[in-house]
Every structure is written in structure tokens, then in C-alpha cells.
């Protein structure tokens, strides 16, 4: 159905460490993170301008810091710190993969981008709640859109 709402839910969320050869689930996610671009603007009045307004340009284009908050499991924190092991120069990919749309599509469409992981370690929790750690990421590098493959 065209115009398919999608639940959070819906969304399959992966990471790859070794350069997307191989995805295995974030375990225990309790959010999905999609990085939004934020573009620097680089101030570029001249003398020469007549109506006293100032004019702008493109700078630099930065993803925004984000956060997935996971549940507390042995095997989600070897994991978060398998993530966060990795050199910087070799971003932990995360990929988004949304549901088929049935009706239009033979796969879902992604998103995949490359992040820099430090792990919290949860600091302070309340006691009616449940133990949860978040891996904070420092997006590096364009999110790429794969559009899901349409039925032909």
C-alpha cells in the first residue's frame, strides 16, 4: 500500500565491525537512530552589498551526536564494547532497514552509517526501572538511503 506507515518497532537494527561483511542485530535497543546533517554557515557579507543584510554560504556538514539506550545483558554489553574497541578510523556501520511494502517493494529501504562508539555504562538508574546502557555515537562520514527494491 502506497504511503505504508511504519512502526519503530518494524525497524531491524544492525551494526557491522568488520566494514558491512557482516551484520549481527544491536542487541537489546530500545531506540533506532537515524543521524540528521547539520550544515555549518559560513558568513560571507561583502562591503559591497545594498540592502544591509548579510549573506551565507555552505560550510561544513555534520551529523548530529545521538544515543542508542539499550537493555542491560551480558551479551549486549560484550557486544557494546566490541563496538567501542574499534579504532577510529574504522567506524562501527550501523544500518536501518525498514519493512517491505508488500505491495511496491522486494526489500526494504535502509540506512547505513558509520559511527565512532563510547559506551555509558549507565550511570545512575532509578530502582523501579530497568537497567539500561547507551551506546552514544559520533556519526563519521554521509548516511547513505538505499531505496527498497521495487517489484518490477
Do not use: H
Amino acid at each position: 500500500m502506497p504511503g505504508m506507515k511504519i512502526g519503530v518497532d518494524e525497524i531491524t537494527l544492525e551494526y557491522s565491525l568488520d566494514e558491512g561483511t557482516t551484520w549481527n542485530e544491536v542487541l537489546e535497543a530500545k531506540n533506532v537512530v537515524i543521524p540528521e546533517d547539520e550544515a555549518e554557515w559560513r558568513e560571507r557579507t561583502t562591503l559591497n552589498v545594498t540592502d544591509r543584510r548579510k549573506r551565507y554560504g555552505r560550510g561544513m556538514i555534520d551529523a548530529t551526536d545521538s544515543s542508542i539506550n539499550c537493555l542491560y545483558t551480558t551479551e549486549a554489553f560484550v557486544a557494546a564494547k566490541a563496538m567501542e574497541a574499534l579504532p577510529d578510523e574504522k567506524p562501527v556501520l550501523f544500518r536501518a532497514t525498514f519493512p517491505i511494502n508488500a505491495e511496491t517493494q522486494t526489500s526494504g529501504d535502509a540506512f547505513e552509517y558509520g559511527a565512532i562508539v563510547q559506551v555509558s555504562n549507565g550511570g545512575e538508574q532509578d530502582v523501579d526501572g530497568d537497567f539500561v546502557f547507551a551506546l552514544k555515537l559520533k556519526s563519521s562520514g554521509a548516511v547513505t538511503f538505499t531505496a527498497g527494491t521495487a517489484i518490477v
